[in-house]
């Protein structure tokens, strides 16, 4: 089964407005993360969130959990053009020390 | 000083050639991993390694085999290519476990094949 799920696969916002961004997955989790790619580039860890933990923040992120509904968002407030790339969730499906699970990840387009 | 880096950035070869890539991480991470990402950005776990010992191997052909020759080095070697084999691979490390804690990634390398 594939984790991580996100939507939308795209969004395009204006500078100063926010980004919201939602990722499913399926099976029970220990740990859910949030990870930036800028194109061409590799990924950047941004957040990490426990199962027992329903919202954290960092700078301008903050992330929720939603253990029932098997979800979590990541809202980026005060955007910039340099918040422009992809953000993946990545989820450890089933218990797995040793691997993330990926989802398609969004492309966030932030118009100057 | 670069964390995790990855040689060569790009690689273009043909069909039934055989390539090898390599990656090493100044952190002083006891595990690290090859993930691949195809065209449509999808990124899949290939190899976990753990101290040298491999932890993960994800249903991948057994023309891939990567070798680890210490803790911060884990080479991806690649035989008799594919067209499909084309996307763009990424070397990572953590401390230990991948699943609660930061894994730092390369910048990646894309190889095409024709």
């Known amino acids: 089964s594939q984790q991580g799920e996100e939507d939308p696969q795209a969004l395009s916002i204006q500078e100063g407005e926010n980004a919201t961004m939602n990722c499913s997955y399926k099976?029970?989790?220990?740990?859910l993360q949030w990870y930036r790619q800028n194109s061409g580039r590799g990924l950047v860890h941004l957040i990490l969130?426990?199962?027992?933990?329903r919202e954290k923040h960092s700078g301008r992120l903050r992330v929720t959990l939603d253990t029932s509904k098997k979800s979590s968002s990541l809202l980026i407030t005060a955007s910039r053009a340099a918040d422009t790339a992809s953000y993946f969730c990545?989820?450890?499906?089933?218990?797995?020390?040793?691997?993330?699970?990926f989802g398609k990840g969004t492309l966030l387009t932030v118009n100057p | 000083d670069t964390a995790v880096s990855q040689t060569p950035k790009y690689l273009v070869t043909q069909m039934g050639n055989d390539k090898s890539i390599k990656c090493e991480q100044n952190?002083?991470?006891?595990?690290m991993y090859w993930y691949k990402q195809d065209s449509k950005k999808f990124l899949k776990i290939m190899f976990s390694?753990?101290?040298?010992?491999?932890?993960i191997n994800e249903t991948v052909p057994n023309r891939f085999s990567p070798k680890s020759p210490d803790k911060a080095h884990l080479n991806l070697h690649i035989n008799s290519l594919e067209l499909g084999d084309s996307a763009v691979y990424f070397c990572?490390?953590?401390?230990?476990?991948?699943?609660?804690?930061?894994?730092?990634f390369g910048q990646g390398t894309r190889l095409t094949v024709v």
């Open positions: 952190l002083g991470h006891d595990t």
């Open positions: 990572a490390s953590s401390q230990v476990f991948i699943s609660n804690t930061e894994a730092f």
């Open positions: 969130i426990r199962s027992n933990e």
């Open positions: 099976t029970s989790i220990n740990n």
């Open positions: 990545a989820t450890d499906e089933g218990g797995s020390n040793y691997k993330l699970t």
């Open positions: 390694y753990n101290n040298k010992e491999l932890i």
